[in-house]
């Protein structure tokens, strides 16, 4: 309201006519600068909402990336304080930046600006968990790297390191945002959060109570499970891993996802507080491994890519929708039965993106052979992403969604 407010000190004194005249120019501005759905826009063109509005109607997922160096990136990598050396691409060596400068735009509406204070504010005295993989934890990296600048004061933010747990705090709002190794949701020879890298995955397809202790008390749960079960082969136990008499079964891919989400499923509708905790299922996270998909020779990967795909409906071959229709279907059963539960689809606005991940320009915790530093498409990670980069977007989507009350 402060540049209104000098306008009235500079127009006061004037005769009538003038004020009127002034008036009606702020009214036009003001005509033009909203649109017939609510939707205010500030002087740079960002989008920002009335807390009444309603985005029923508005598909969050289905939209096209755009180019935008004014209000983008949300936050610089160097300034976050909570930055991860596994997504950190400038830090380690990338030159090109124009994957930080893409917004998403949907079809038909706006997403809403993200405001750090607001989101506090919704998350006061209340604890969010993210549950999941490394890409689970590039997602919440990418939230902490959001929400950092709009916490001046650097004691009132600190995040610690327990186990398989990472607790970050915003004192000042009583807010806990926290990060739960867990990459196949129920128990798991890889539940290590450092040492996991282990050959042969065997899994507790039954057994989950040892990790769902950890998040029981949460008010929201966000789960990511895809990339673990891609594997060809894993191997399902019942009983314990010490006991020799463990029954081992070998099993199709979707069938042991399903009976992991199965088991999922059923400590979600027995435990879970329903008054309390909002659940978010994030689907599944593209990679770009097969540059033939988008017309590169085979081979070629996400190496050296710096724009995105322009192809509307554009669909990698390596995208598994067996294991998404498990999950959308799991999901909606456990909706049927009360639980305040919604999957995040950022499957397909993902997919466009083959310029967004770290390719060779991150930390390696296991140094490249020789013979990869001859042939750098052989070590770049085409999995994980940039920071800031896309998983902003799914931020500003989760934003909006916990904001407006969807």
């Given at each position: 309201?402060?540049?209104?407010?000098?306008?009235?000190?500079?127009?006061?004194?004037h005769?009538?006519?003038?004020f009127?005249?002034v008036t009606?120019?702020?009214?036009?501005?003001v005509?033009?600068?909203r649109?017939?759905?609510g939707?205010?826009?500030d002087?740079?063109?960002?989008?920002e909402?009335?807390?009444?509005y309603?985005f029923?109607?508005?598909?969050?997922?289905?939209?096209?990336?755009?180019?935008?160096?004014?209000?983008r990136?949300?936050?610089k990598?160097?300034?976050c304080?909570?930055m991860?050396?596994?997504?950190?691409c400038e830090?380690f060596?990338r030159?090109?930046?124009e994957y930080q400068?893409?917004?998403?735009q949907?079809?038909?509406?706006?997403?809403?600006?993200?405001?750090?204070t607001?989101?506090?504010?919704k998350?006061?005295?209340?604890?969010?968990?993210?549950?999941?993989?490394?890409?689970?934890?590039?997602?919440?990296?990418s939230?902490l790297?959001?929400?950092?600048s709009w916490?001046l004061?650097?004691?009132?933010?600190?995040a610690?390191?327990?186990?398989s747990?990472?607790?970050?705090r915003?004192?000042?709002?009583?807010?806990?945002i926290?990060?739960?190794?867990?990459?196949?949701?129920?128990?798991?020879?890889?539940?290590?959060?450092?040492?996991?890298?282990?050959?042969d995955?065997?899994?507790?397809?039954?057994?989950?109570?040892?990790?769902?202790k950890?998040?029981i008390?949460?008010?929201?749960?966000i789960?990511?499970?895809?990339?673990?079960?891609?594997e060809?082969n894993?191997?399902?136990?019942w009983?314990?891993f010490e006991?020799?008499n463990k029954?081992?079964v070998?099993?199709?891919r979707?069938?042991?996802?399903?009976?992991?989400?199965k088991t999922?499923?059923?400590w979600?509708?027995?435990?879970?507080?329903?008054?309390?905790?909002?659940?978010?299922?994030?689907?599944?996270s593209?990679?770009h491994k097969?540059g033939?998909?988008?017309?590169?020779?085979?081979?070629?990967?996400?190496?050296?890519?710096?724009k995105?795909i322009m192809?509307?409906?554009?669909w990698?071959?390596?995208?598994?929708t067996?294991?998404?229709?498990?999950?959308q279907?799991?999901v909606?059963?456990?909706?049927?039965?009360g639980?305040?539960v919604k999957?995040?689809?950022?499957?397909?606005?993902s997919?466009y993106?083959?310029?967004?991940?770290?390719?060779?320009?991150?930390?390696?915790?296991?140094?490249?052979?020789?013979?990869e530093?001859?042939n750098?498409?052989?070590y770049?990670?085409?999995?994980?992403?940039?920071?800031?980069?896309?998983?902003?977007?799914?931020?500003e989507?989760?934003?909006?969604?916990?904001?407006y009350n969807r």
């Amino acid at each position: 309201m402060k540049g209104f407010e000098g306008l009235q000190k500079v127009i006061h004194g004037h005769h009538s006519v003038g004020f009127m005249l002034v008036t009606g120019v702020i009214m036009v501005v003001v005509y033009f600068c909203r649109d017939d759905t609510g939707t205010r826009f500030d002087i740079n063109g960002e989008t920002e909402v009335a807390e009444d509005y309603s985005f029923k109607d508005c598909d969050f997922f289905n939209g096209s990336w755009v180019y935008d160096n004014r209000s983008r990136p949300l936050y610089k990598e160097k300034q976050c304080s909570f930055m991860a050396d596994d997504y950190s691409c400038e830090k380690f060596g990338r030159k090109d930046f124009e994957y930080q400068f893409w917004r998403w735009q949907p079809h038909g509406c706006d997403l809403p600006r993200f405001n750090g204070t607001a989101l506090l504010e919704k998350l006061r005295d209340k604890r969010v968990v993210f549950v999941g993989d490394s890409l689970g934890k590039n997602h919440w990296v990418s939230l902490l790297c959001l929400i950092d600048s709009w916490i001046l004061e650097p004691s009132h933010k600190v995040a610690e390191w327990h186990g398989s747990l990472i607790t970050f705090r915003a004192s000042e709002y009583n807010v806990s945002i926290d990060f739960y190794w867990e990459p196949l949701l129920v128990e798991s020879n890889c539940d290590d959060p450092v040492n996991h890298r282990v050959r042969d995955r065997i899994i507790k397809i039954e057994s989950i109570e040892r990790h769902a202790k950890q998040w029981i008390n949460a008010d929201m749960l966000i789960f990511d499970s895809y990339t673990w079960w891609l594997e060809p082969n894993m191997t399902l136990l019942w009983g314990s891993f010490e006991n020799p008499n463990k029954t081992i079964v070998e099993s199709r891919r979707v069938t042991r996802y399903e009976m992991a989400l199965k088991t999922w499923s059923n400590w979600l509708e027995t435990h879970l507080d329903r008054n309390k905790t909002k659940i978010f299922f994030i689907s599944l996270s593209p990679d770009h491994k097969e540059g033939g998909d988008w017309g590169k020779s085979m081979g070629q990967n996400c190496y050296n890519e710096t724009k995105p795909i322009m192809e509307e409906g554009y669909w990698g071959k390596g995208t598994d929708t067996d294991l998404m229709r498990t999950a959308q279907s799991m999901v909606q059963d456990l909706a049927k039965k009360g639980v305040n539960v919604k999957i995040l689809n950022i499957t397909q606005l993902s997919q466009y993106r083959k310029d967004g991940h770290p390719s060779i320009y991150k930390r390696h915790w296991v140094p490249p052979t020789k013979l990869e530093l001859m042939n750098p498409v052989q070590y770049a990670d085409c999995v994980h992403w940039c920071l800031p980069g896309v998983p902003d977007v799914w931020n500003e989507i989760l934003y909006a969604y916990l904001r407006y009350n969807r």
